[in-house]
C-alpha cells in the first residue's frame, strides 16, 4: 500500500540537536524531514545564512527537506499582522535555500468561544495576501487543520479550498488534529480529498485527544491511507510523533545495534515502525 509515497517527518522530535536527528533518520533509512526546528531554534528564526549552513549539512547527510514546518498562521486574528507577514517572507526565502516548494501554515487562532465565521473576513484577507506572494515567489502553501484556528473543522478548511486552492495552496491532512476537534476524520477526508497534497502521520484518541501511534486511535488512518492508496497518492507522509507521554515507550524494542535511545529517538521509531506496518 502506498508504495510511491515518501516517508518524512519531524526531526526535532528526535532531539533538539540536528546530528542526533540525522543519525536516527540514517538508521531508519528515512533521507526526508520536514523542517520544524533544528538545534533548539525554530526554522522560522533562521537568518538566511543560518539556513544555508543549515542545508550544507543535511546535504553533506543525504538528507532532503519535504517541507518547511512553519509557524506562519499560528498567531491571533486579532494580533497585528504586518511583522507577522515579514516573517512568513523570510519563511519563503527559507524554503527556497532548502529547495522545497512546500510551507506548512496556519490561518490563525481565533479567540476561545467564538465563531470563526466572526472573523473570516480578516482571515481571507490575510490568506489573499499569503497566497498572492506565494504565487509570486513560486512556493505551495499548505494549509494544516490545527486546534484552535479558523481551520480547525473540515467545513472550514473546505471554505479556505473553495476560495484560495490551486497550484500554490493546498492541504495537508492531519489525523489527530480533526479527532482532537471532535471532527469525524473520514467526513473530513472525503470533504477534503480534492486538495489534499500532504499527509501528516499521528492518530488520537477521540475521548481524552490523547496522540497514539498510528492506527491505534480514532483517526481511521488505516482506511484514509486505503483511500489515498486507491486515489493514487504518492506524496509525502510526515511522522509528528507526539508520543513522549505514551505508555509503550519505555517497552519499545531496540534496534538492531541495539543501542539505548533517548525518548525522543524511540518515540519517533514508535511511530516509524506504526506506519510501516500499515503500509507494507
Known amino acids: 500500500m502506498l508504495k510511491n509515497a515518501i516517508i518524512t517527518g ?32 525554530s526554522i522560522a528564526d533562521y537568518t538566511l545564512e543560518e539556513a544555508k549552513a543549515l542545508k550544507k549539512y543535511l546535504k553533506e547527510n543525504q538528507i532532503n527537506v519535504s517541507a518547511i514546518g512553519s509557524p506562519i498562521g499560528k498567531i491571533q486574528i486579532t ?9 512568513f ?3 519563503v526565502e527559507i524554503a527556497k535555500i532548502m529547495e522545497t516548494p512546500y510551507i506548512r501554515m496556519f490561518s490563525f487562532f481565533i479567540p476561545e468561544g467564538e465563531n470563526p465565521e466572526n472573523y473570516s473576513k480578516e482571515v481571507f484577507a490575510r490568506m489573499k495576501r499569503m497566497v498572492d506572494y506565494a504565487k509570486e515567489q513560486k512556493v505551495v502553501l499548505l494549509h494544516e487543520n490545527e486546534k484552535g484556528i479558523y481551520g480547525a473543522m473540515a467545513l472550514q478548511c473546505q471554505k479556505l479550498f473553495e476560495s484560495f486552492y490551486g497550484d500554490n495552496f493546498k492541504a495537508t491532512f492531519d489525523f489527530a488534529n480533526f ?16 486538495y489534499i497534497e500532504y499527509i501528516h502521520i499521528k492518530d488520537a484518541l477521540w475521548d481524552n485527544g490523547k496522540v497514539v501511534p498510528a492506527a491505534q486511535g480514532d483517526g481511521n488512518v488505516k482506511e484514509i491511507l486505503q483511500k489515498l492508496d486507491q486515489e493514487g ?12 507521554e505514551f505508555e509503550g515507550l519505555k517497552n519499545l524494542e531496540k534496534n538492531p545495534e541495539k543501542r539505548e535511545l533517548t525518548d525522543g529517538e524511540a518515540a519517533y521509531t514508535i511511530a516509524y515502525q506504526a506506519l510501516m506496518k500499515l503500509i507494507k
Open 89 to 91: 517572507k523570510n519563511v
Open 179 to 194: 479527532v482532537q476537534c471532535k471532527q469525524e476524520t473520514v467526513e473530513a477526508y472525503e470533504m477534503l480529498k480534492p
Open 10 to 41: 519531524f526531526a526535532d522530535e528526535i532531539h533538539r540537536d540536528v546530528e542526533v536527528q540525522v543519525k536516527l533518520m540514517k538508521e531508519l533509512g528515512i533521507s526526508y524531514l520536514e523542517l520544524r526546528s533544528a538545534n533548539g531554534k
Open 79 to 87: 494580533d497585528e499582522f504586518e511583522s507577522h507577514f515579514n516573517v
Open 233 to 244: 497518492y504518492c506524496g509525502f507522509l510526515s511522522l509528528e510523533p507526539h508520543l513522549t
